[in-house]
């Protein structure tokens, strides 16, 4: 049982029958919904002081509350973020009042960093929404719980309340969230080939499709880069198989899909097996398709500007209704033409 004050932006909260031994975990369940306050924003609360019980704060998480108290939390107004707000152009595949997808485009960074302080996805986010967001942590800034590279493309989702954050969120880190990607990629995996079979944590599943498990941290030498470990790193699998060749065997159009989410992780993984992606500047190498094979559409995936990555698929659990949604993207402008002249070759 709750209510809430709008003269003074306290929200009481009655603890409810045979709470929890812990504070936050019992306001964590009787806190309304359309409050949008997470377990990690109510133990933020209760060390603030934010939290009282007849007056007094309570600021130990692990205090042991009873039925029928009430608890005064303190609403303070979600804090602007420094980040300014950016009109720039959104492909908005769905939007509620608690999260957004987005089709990203290429050259689209998603977070402003030292190298991208403006114009990312962040900055268009903050103008697209405006006084839609309820606040994240505390800031009223959208919620992001992934990210696709800058020059990928394709489906994104973003929480704009509290409460999605931290439902999405979870979700990521069980991996429950289903994503597919389509790669362009030098050559054809086959199950056939003893190379691929000699590579260390490349197997083979039933039905042709190729998994790559490994570790992947920060490459020793170049810090922009990530590499395969054998020696700690963070665990990544990925799965993916043919969905069509083109030139015999010179390229191969793939679903790619995860298991892990790792920064660059499909583009390392099929590096790594010898398939590197269409236009990867950064783990492709100095591979060419051969024009022998492809004639003039060779050329054009050899100038292709960017890796030919997209997030295809995004289907997840709604964090707030418990609606199952999942959504397709078509392949942008640039990887088609590509697909398109490779099969014309």
């Not at 600021?59 to 303070?76: C, N, S, V």
């Not at 999405?168 to 389509?182: D, G, I, K, M, T």
């Not at 995996?189 to 998994?211: C, H, Q, T, Y």
């Not at 024009?291 to 060779?298: D, E, F, S």
Request: charged share 20%.
């Amino acid at each position: 049982m709750s209510d809430i004050s709008p003269e003074t932006g306290i929200l009481a909260v009655t603890i409810g029958l045979e709470p929890p031994d812990r504070l936050d975990k019992a306001l964590a369940r009787d806190v309304p919904p359309e409050a949008s306050l997470s377990r990690s924003r109510l133990m933020r609360m209760i060390a603030e002081g934010a939290v009282t019980l007849d007056g007094h704060p309570i600021t130990d998480p692990k205090h042991r509350p009873q039925e029928g108290e009430t608890y005064a939390l303190r609403l303070d107004p979600a804090a602007e973020t420094d980040t300014a707000a950016e009109d720039i152009p959104l492909t908005v595949v769905w939007e509620d009042a608690d999260l957004i997808v987005i089709d990203k485009p290429a050259g689209l960074v998603v977070h402003p960093a030292p190298g991208s302080p403006s114009g990312t996805l962040v900055n268009a986010l903050l103008a697209h929404c405006g006084d839609s967001l309820s606040g994240i942590g505390g800031e009223r800034r959208p919620g992001i719980v992934h990210r696709i590279d800058k020059d990928t493309t394709g489906l994104l989702v973003v929480a704009k309340s509290d409460r999605a954050h931290h439902g999405l969120a979870a979700q990521f880190e069980a991996h429950s969230v289903n994503r597919h990607y389509l790669a362009l990629v030098h050559g054809q995996p086959n199950a056939a080939d003893p190379r691929l079979r000699g590579i260390k944590g490349v197997s083979f599943e039933a039905g042709g499709i190729v998994k790559i498990a490994t570790g992947l941290a920060r490459h020793k030498t170049d810090r922009q880069r990530q590499a395969v470990t054998w020696d700690g790193g963070r665990h990544a699998i990925t799965r993916a198989h043919v969905v069509e060749s083109f030139g015999g065997d010179a390229v191969s159009l793939m679903d790619c899909w995860l298991e892990t989410g790792r920064t660059h992780q499909i583009r390392v993984h099929m590096a790594h097996a010898g398939h590197g992606l269409i236009g990867d500047q950064t783990y492709g190498g100095r591979r060419k398709v051969p024009a022998r094979l492809l004639g003039p559409a060779a050329d054009m995936a050899n100038a292709f500007p960017r890796q030919a990555l997209h997030a295809a698929t995004l289907g997840f659990t709604h964090p707030v209704t418990g609606e199952e949604l999942e959504f397709a993207s078509p392949l942008p402008p640039d990887m088609a033409a590509l697909v398109q002249a490779l099969r014309k070759a």
